[in-house]
Each structure stands twice: as C-alpha cells, then as structure tokens.
C-alpha cells in the first residue's frame, strides 16, 4: 500500500522538524542538506528544492521560531490590562515558553546564524522586530528616547534571551529565569526613570 503523499508544506514541515532534531542530537555542524535527505527518507534534490543550501535551512528554522515567538507575544500583550510590571511578566513568560518549547537548538542555530553576513544581517532583522514588540509594549508605561534608551532596550531584550536560551538548554529552570528576567528587567527601567527624574 502506498502512503499518503506529503503537500509542499507538510514536506517543509517533516524537513525542518528533522533539521531540528538533528542540530539537538549533533550539533549544527553535522547538518547538511544531503543528510537532512538521508534522515528524513527523501532525495537531495527535493531538500534542495525546499531550502537551496544550508544558510537557506538555518533561515528557515529561526524564521519559524521568531514568527512563533511574535505571534505568542502579541496574542499574550493583546489581553494584557495591567501596568508595567504585569507588561514585563508577560512578556518575559512568551519569550520564555517559547524558547522552551522550540528546545535547545535554538541557541545553537543564533550562533550559526552569526556566521556570515547573510545570515547575520537576517539574525539582527528578527531581533530588532523582537526589540521594536519590547519597545512598543512598555511604551504606555515607560518612553526611552534617544542612545541612552536605545542602549537600556538592546540590553534589556539581550539579557532575555540570554536567559531565555539558558532555560532553553535546562541550564536554569523555568521558574528561575522568569523570576530573574521580570526583576532584572524590572530594576534596569526604574533605575533609568530614577536617573531620569533627577
């Protein structure tokens, strides 16, 4: 009996789920697409259809994460009615699930993607998107303006996914990381609005 034939994307899906698996398992340096084909049961050309080289794959896997991670994070504030410190509970609660439930690759495929410029240039894309959500969420709240403020964002939201990446990877436990996340993130804007104010 012949199995079901996979759509376009229920093939993508299978390839990246693979790809995945195989970054957990072996790290980044063993994937390629030629053994993304041999696991996953198909030819090369049909993995080469899907994501042309390697750069082509990583893309793939984070652009998958990030839209994950925007999506879970608008949903979450869109319901949010509190002030400041429920903004950045449920902000760092997204981020940290979502890492979470994504797995340890995560971390791995944010280093590979720092490799070229390509892939550099996408990575800083995805995270000014991330930074520019920050912005916007605790923008009723707290409005940073000018270096200064630009600086406090880029280290609020590198610090979250330092941390978050860190749970990702079963370094620190769920619990640990968030509470670390909303107090840490929490002490760097009041420490600015005291400075500010004086």
């Known amino acids: 009996m012949v199995g079901k034939r996979l759509t376009k994307e229920q093939r993508r899906q299978q390839l990246l789920q693979v790809a995945r698996l195989i970054i957990r398992k072996e790290g980044v340096e063993a994937l390629t697409l030629g053994y993304l084909a041999q696991q996953a049961g198909i030819t090369k050309p049909i993995a080469y ?14 652009k998958e994460f990030s839209d994950k991670q925007k999506q879970d994070l608008s949903t979450s504030l869109e319901q949010n009615t509190g ?3 429920r903004t950045i509970h449920i902000f760092c609660n997204a981020c940290l699930n979502c890492y979470i439930a994504t ?3 995560v971390g791995l495929v944010v280093a590979a ?3 070229t410029d390509i892939l550099q240039n996408y990575l800083l894309q995805c995270q000014q998107e991330f930074i520019e959500i920050f912005k916007h969420s605790i923008h009723p709240f707290v ?3 000018g ?5 406090i964002i880029i280290a609020v939201t590198g610090l979250m996914e330092t941390i978050c990446v860190a749970a990702s990877n079963g370094v620190i436990d769920a619990e640990t990381a968030q509470r670390v ?15 500010k104010q004086t």
């Open 113 to 115: 993607l720092s490799g």
């Open 49 to 62: 259809r899907h994501f042309i080289d390697k750069e082509g794959l990583l893309i793939a896997i984070y």
């Open 83 to 85: 002030g400041l410190g």
């Open 147 to 151: 270096q200064e403020g630009e600086a």
């Open 103 to 105: 797995g340890p690759e």
């Open 143 to 145: 409005f940073l303006e």
């Open 181 to 195: 996340m909303e107090k840490s993130t929490l002490l760097i804007l009041n420490d600015y609005l005291n400075k």
